[in-house]
């Protein structure tokens, strides 16, 4: 039996839903095994209650802003099983819209296998986060429509995805600030959406209670910075060092960081004045979440979805544009196999925190400097056009 093309081209699309069905339906069968949803739901049941959000000291358990809490409360109301499975469908939900309107902005040809292909490398890395419900998800979705949606200059939409992205976790920051440097006339309205999540509690408990999980939650954000003694294992670009013996002391890793973002934002204003919309937004996603998943000191290694995702629809891109080479060859190969080192017990612990870091820094790198050489040659034959 032949397969026609445009079956084959939607096999990876496909294969994307059966994944998280298969992993909804897992999760239902044993709600809190491998999942970090009940910590959610223990965060909304004791802003409920009005209890204690956080535990400074340790740092664990529940890190969200309160608004977090307060507007996962109703799908408590829907009980814990449909109640999570609303939870991962929203985020799934997300993400693949946000991937759908980035392909949509590239153009060209083959938009469907674009979509496919990109979507089916991503998912060996972007599973466990996927399968355990994680919040990373909807980070993901909700930074990559807030840069579609800024970067065309759509304000309401800004400010949705702005408030999305701040209440999904509060490292989307360092995507709102790319955005707020990129498109400066849309400052008023990301102030507004962060005010509007801050504000958000005090709509569903006493204003008392709001404010100290404010404190302890500015606190908790303090320390973790700096504080590395937890049961917290963090799988940034130290881990590389502290895998090895080396521990990176905390002043050279912030130092590392600062440049960086320095170079992050040289990068995308580089990209936004260069490229052509459709493929400068893919590049500047590329560029946000490489450094909110390298560079951010309390990443897991499940929180590499965030890269993983946009780097596939980027090594799709590449397989489209360049016809040979051993190039997208060997950064397919690598997300795909870096994402299915977890299968193995022993081979996960070993690999496990140094080895993405590494993988994802030769990846987002390489696509950063692809992005980087094509924008040179068409400005450069541009130029020649013009000139000629």
């Given amino acids: 039996m032949t397969i026609s093309k445009p ?17 909804v339906t897992l999760a239902q069968m044993s709600l809190d095994h491998r999942s970090v949803v009940f910590v959610y739901r223990n965060g909304s049941e ?17 890190l969200y802003a309160p608004a977090f809490a307060a507007l996962y409360s109703p799908l408590l109301m829907l009980g814990h099983h449909f109640g999570d499975l ?29 979509l496919s292909f990109g979507l089916v490398m991503s998912l060996p ?68 959406a962060l005010l509007v999540v801050l504000i958000i509690p005090y709509a569903f408990a006493p204003v008392g209670y709001v404010n100290d999980q404010y404190h302890d939650f500015f606190q908790m954000l303090t320390a973790m910075a700096v504080d590395r003694t937890g049961p917290f294992e963090p799988a940034d670009f130290t881990s590389v060092f502290a895998s090895f013996g080396y521990p990176l002391p905390e002043r050279e890793a912030t130092i590392v960081r600062v440049i960086a973002a320095l170079m992050a934002l040289s990068a995308v204003l580089w990209y936004d004045r260069r490229m052509e919309r459709g493929t400068a937004v893919l590049a500047i996603f590329v560029v946000g979440a490489f450094y909110m998943c390298v560079f951010n000191p309390r990443v897991e290694p499940n929180t590499y979805a965030m890269i993983a995702i946009p780097s596939g629809v980027a090594i799709a891109l590449l397989w489209r544009q360049e016809q040979g080479g051993a190039l ?27 080895l993405r870091p590494i993988v994802v820094s030769f990846i987002s790198c390489t696509l950063i400097w692809w992005f980087w050489a094509r924008a040179r040659v068409k400005v450069h034959d541009a130029g020649s056009v013009a000139h000629g």
């Fill in 46 to 62: 004791a802003f409920v209650a009005q209890q204690p959000l956080y535990h400074v000291h340790l740092a664990m358990g529940y």
């Fill in 86 to 114: 609303v939870w991962r469908t929203i985020c799934f939900g997300v993400i693949t819209l946000a991937v759908v309107r980035q392909v949509r902005k590239l153009g060209g040809h083959d938009l469907t296998w674009l």
């Fill in 328 to 354: 997208r060859l060997v950064l397919m190969a690598l997300l795909v196999l870096s994402g299915m080192t977890g299968i193995f017990r022993p081979i996960h612990e070993f690999l496990s925190p140094w």
């Fill in 125 to 192: 890395m972007a599973l466990g986060a996927i399968r355990n419900g994680q919040a990373t998800i909807l980070l993901t979705g909700a930074c990559w429509l807030l840069t579609l949606s800024a970067l065309e200059g759509r304000r309401a939409e800004t400010f949705l995805w702005t408030s999305v992205a701040i209440i999904a976790k509060p490292t989307a920051i360092v995507m709102v600030l790319l955005v707020a440097a990129l498109r400066p006339r849309l400052i008023p309205v990301i102030v507004l």
């Fill in 7 to 23: 079956v084959f081209d939607r096999l990876g699309l496909l294969l994307w839903i059966v994944a998280f069905l298969v992993t």
